[in-house]
């Protein structure tokens, strides 16, 4: 009988080592690199639950094209959604190394666009239209509501331009569909002489899409025209003015005073060419600088009661809409002297003074000199 030599119990070491060190070293890496391999978890999460979707569909023997169309969107949605949750979740930086590039491209945030389609373009209007006046309307508040310039509605409404400040209830107002004029065409009317009073291109008139205008150009007695970007000149309401002597105790100071107190209703614009100060009948009117009385007493052009103080440096201030008057013509007056009272005369909507800085004659703003 031959004795085999028995072999050392350590012999099959070896062989153990190596699973478990790669056991080991794959623990390892996964462990290390998990985060990057969240995007693979979630695609394979995906996969088999539509592998398993199919399996069940097959059994009930219901799967057909349409059906296995809708699988794989609901699939891919939910793949999109376990990507954008993996996303989401994964802290915002990252340091990017050649190990980690994985993991920084699964961090990427995802930008989610506006539907355009929910957004509502404005529609422009193809035609002219009316609009009736409501309590609490002005000519900015309207023209605004229509996308249009005050102008614009004053120059299509003539009984606008004898008032710009004064609408009434239930009054009914044109609204054009571009800013511009509305001209009403006389016999003498041309395109080209249409287009040199309101300062615009024979072709803005001609071509104008709202316009219909015979072949060769002539104009028909009456009919209505819109001029596009057209203005017209602005014509100052005047009044009769003192020609008497100067008072020698007349001096101004360059420097103009608020000449009441109340809440600025109205600014200055092309139509108004003044400031409103709301407040109530009777309180204090003020000359606004030192001067002499040039016009007092009642018009007829929509300012009521109105009273004029010439500075005598090209200056002249219009007190309007006065409920009493406290001055006459050819008085010396001083800066905050109270000359009348407020009130809703001539074309007013409420108690209010209407105040003008005219400088040569010119209405200017009165906001640029008001401390």
């Known amino acids: 009988m031959i004795d085999l030599p028995i072999a050392p119990l350590h012999w099959h070491r070896p062989l153990l080592l190596r699973p478990i060190a790669c056991l080991a ?46 699988v794989v969107k609901v699939a891919d949605r939910a793949l999109l959604a376990g990507l954008a949750q993996n996303v989401d979740a994964a802290p915002s930086t990252t340091i990017v190394t050649g190990s980690s590039y994985y993991s920084v491209a699964s961090q990427a945030r995802i930008a989610r666009q506006v539907q355009a389609h929910t957004a509502i373009p404005d529609r422009p209007r193809l035609e002219v239209i009316t609009y009736t006046v409501q309590a609490g309307d002005t000519a900015e508040k309207v023209a605004a509501a229509y996308g249009l310039q005050p102008t614009t509605l004053l120059w299509s409404n003539p009984e606008m331009e004898k008032a710009p400040d004064l609408l009434n209830l239930g009054q009914v107002l044109t609204i054009l569909p571009v800013d511009g004029v509305y001209h009403t065409v006389v016999t003498s009317d041309t395109p080209e002489s249409l287009a040199e009073t309101y300062k615009v291109d024979v072709s803005a008139i001609v071509e104008c899409p709202f316009n219909t205008i015979p072949v060769g150009g002539a104009l028909v007695e009456g009919a209505q025209i819109i001029v596009p ?49 709301g407040g109530f009948v009777g309180a204090a ?24 103080v010439d500075h005598q440096n090209g200056y002249r201030t219009f007190y309007a809409h006065l409920s009493d008057i406290y001055v006459y013509e050819g008085q010396s007056v001083s800066m905050n002297e109270v000359i009348g009272a407020m009130g809703s005369t001539g074309n007013s909507t409420g108690p209010h003074l209407h105040f003008e ?15």
């Not at 978890?41 to 059906?67: K, P, Y």
């Not at 009117?285 to 009661?305: C, K, L, N």
């Not at 800085?357 to 401390?371: E, M, Q, S």
């Open 357 to 371: 800085v005219r400088y040569d004659g010119y209405p200017t703003n009165p906001l640029i000199y008001l401390r």
């Open 25 to 70: 070293a794959l623990v390892w890496r996964w462990h290390d690199d998990r985060v990057g391999q969240r995007p693979v978890l979630g695609r394979l999460t995906a996969h088999a639950a539509l592998v398993l979707m199919l399996l069940f569909l097959i059994t009930l023997g219901s799967l057909s094209l349409d059906s296995l169309s809708a």
């Open 285 to 308: 009117i003020h000359a606004s600088d030192g001067g002499y009385v040039s016009f007092v007493g009642w018009t007829d052009i929509g300012y009521g009661y109105l009273i004029v």
């Open 229 to 277: 970007g057209g203005t017209k000149p602005y014509q100052a309401r005047e009044v009769t003015t003192y020609a008497g002597p100067v008072p020698e105790t007349a001096q101004s100071s360059g420097i103009f005073a608020w000449p009441a107190s109340g809440v600025l209703t109205q600014g200055y614009w092309y139509g108004h060419r003044a400031i409103d100060i």
